[in-house]
């Protein structure tokens, strides 16, 4: 199964333990990811449901570009990278 | 009197407490943390975190219990069709928490102009979908730091509580009777002197910092408007400019005196680029006749060498008028007693403030 690995500066907030996921998309693993802990959705994603700016996420290594559709495909031993984005000095 | 004074700021909540007639910081939370709003009322305290990385957050602590994560307001799914709409559906900021009059009910006013609903003490919350989907609300323009119109201000008529003032940065002054089943745009008398001629005297076109009312005369609510000080005496039907303001009548925020009508303060500035106190001297101004005249408030204030602005939601009143409190971009802190005739610092300096609040209730 996917897992998803969440940046350690959540930990500040909100419990975001690497976690097992399920689903062949990027958008139904998060979702999975949040049926078990609701809060979490909000911190990774805006309220229309797209990665928030200053987010990033990484799939097997590759950032996601579309940060709308999370319709990137993900095989049964992916890695999920979620991270704070590199946006200031 | 107050003896619990909450400052949000760049890096923070800083909770005050009044000991001995001194205030002195007595709790800190959300270190390095923008907190963009506080609501202190009853035993409760609400602070809302505008997280760079995560969006913004909501936070609630009751008596002496922990601080727990509120539902974070939210717009729903916008719809394909909304393609001409130039502000994003999702809350960038919430600007400010206002108790809505009745037991459990808060309002949040936010960026990008969404005003959303509690009536479980800000557990869960709704978008005012009345305001939001007006035809009207895609004219709002934004406010410079944001890009996106703010809810700055939200009046709750102390006597009715379904009736709303608003003031947007930008697009002036709306009003609901019903508790925002409708809205108008209200606001004759409003002069903004940067929009094009035949635009300058449109209610919505008017680029209102804040606004606050006389809680024992609802009827009377000041404005510090872009341009100028106004005051209005028929609820925010028709406004009247203050031309006397000393030593300015630019700045961004006023607090109302809760029980006389004639009385107000203001932390001037000079407009419109350079934004920092005049002869860099910080002041208060106060006006007791309403708006006739203006008082210029110095005593224990930074007299020279002082740069430092005043936002929106950094200046606070108590309920008898009598404490007072500002902070300001470069982190000051000042404190009065005695209605702003004399001010003290307490001991700190703290990171840019964005929100004063006095407890309450």
């Known amino acids: 199964m996917p897992t998803v690995f969440f940046t350690s500066q959540l930990a500040r907030f909100i419990d975001a333990p690497t976690t097992t996921a399920s689903g062949a998309t990027l958008g139904d693993a998060l979702e999975s990811v949040f049926q078990e802990h609701p809060q979490l959705r909000g911190y990774i994603l805006d309220d229309q449901g797209a990665i928030r700016r200053h987010v990033a996420v990484f799939v097997d290594g590759v950032q996601v570009r579309d940060r709308s559709s999370l319709e990137d495909k993900l095989s049964i031993d992916s890695e999920i990278h979620v991270f704070q984005a590199l946006s200031g000095g | ?21 001194k205030w002195d910081i007595s709790e800190t939370r959300f270190l390095g943390e ?15 975190l505008d997280l760079g990385h995560f969006g913004p957050k909501l936070w609630r602590r009751t008596g002496s219990e922990e601080w727990t994560e509120m539902q974070t307001p939210a717009f729903p799914p916008k719809p394909e069709d909304a393609t001409d709409d130039p502000h994003p559906w999702s809350v960038g ?20 102009g969404g005003l959303f609903l509690s009536e479980d003490n800000g557990a869960s919350w709704c978008l005012n979908t009345q305001l939001w989907e007006m035809p009207d609300r ?38 609901t009777e019903n508790s925002g089943e409708t809205w108008r745009n209200i606001g004759d008398g409003f002069d903004n002197e940067y929009m094009p001629p035949d635009q300058r005297h449109d209610p919505i076109a008017q680029d209102i910092h804040q606004i606050a009312h006389c809680r024992a005369h609802p009827n009377v609510i000041w404005c510090q408007h872009h341009s100028r000080i106004y005051r209005s005496t028929d ?66 204030l ?25 902070g300001s971009t470069s982190g000051g802190l000042w404190v009065s007693e005695d209605g702003g005739e004399s001010w003290y610092a307490p001991d700190c300096r703290l990171p840019p403030v964005a929100c004063v609040r006095f407890a309450a209730g």
Not at chain 2, 1 to 21: H, I, P, Q
Not at chain 2, 34 to 48: C, E, I, K, Q, Y
Not at chain 2, 141 to 156: D, T
Request: proline share 7%.
């Open chain 2, 1 to 21: 009197m107050a003896d619990k004074l909450y400052v949000g700021t760049r890096k923070g909540l800083f909770v005050l407490s009044r000991k001995n007639e």
């Open chain 2, 34 to 48: 923008p907190v963009s709003a506080v609501l202190a009322f009853g035993d409760t305290v609400w602070a809302a």
């Open chain 2, 93 to 112: 900021r919430i600007w400010n928490l206002t108790p809505g009059g009745v037991d459990g009910r808060i309002w949040a006013g936010t960026m990008p």
């Open chain 2, 138 to 175: 895609l004219k709002w323009m934004g406010v410079a730091g944001g890009e996106q119109p703010g809810l700055s201000s939200v009046l709750v008529d102390p006597g009715n509580p379904q009736k709303l003032t608003l003031g947007v940065s930008c697009a002036g002054i709306w009003q």
């Open chain 2, 235 to 300: 609820h925010g039907a028709t406004w009247r400019p203050l031309e006397n303001a000393q030593p300015s009548g630019f700045g961004f925020a006023v607090v109302a005196h809760p029980a006389d009508p004639a009385t107000a303060w203001f932390v001037p500035a000079i407009k419109d680029e350079q934004r920092f106190p005049v002869d860099a001297r910080i002041v208060v101004s106060r006006t007791r006749d309403g708006g006739e005249t203006f008082e210029v408030l110095d005593q224990g």
């Open chain 2, 302 to 326: 930074p007299g020279r060498h002082a740069y430092d602005l005043v936002y929106r939601h950094a200046l606070g009143i108590d309920e008898t008028g009598n404490q007072l409190a500002f």
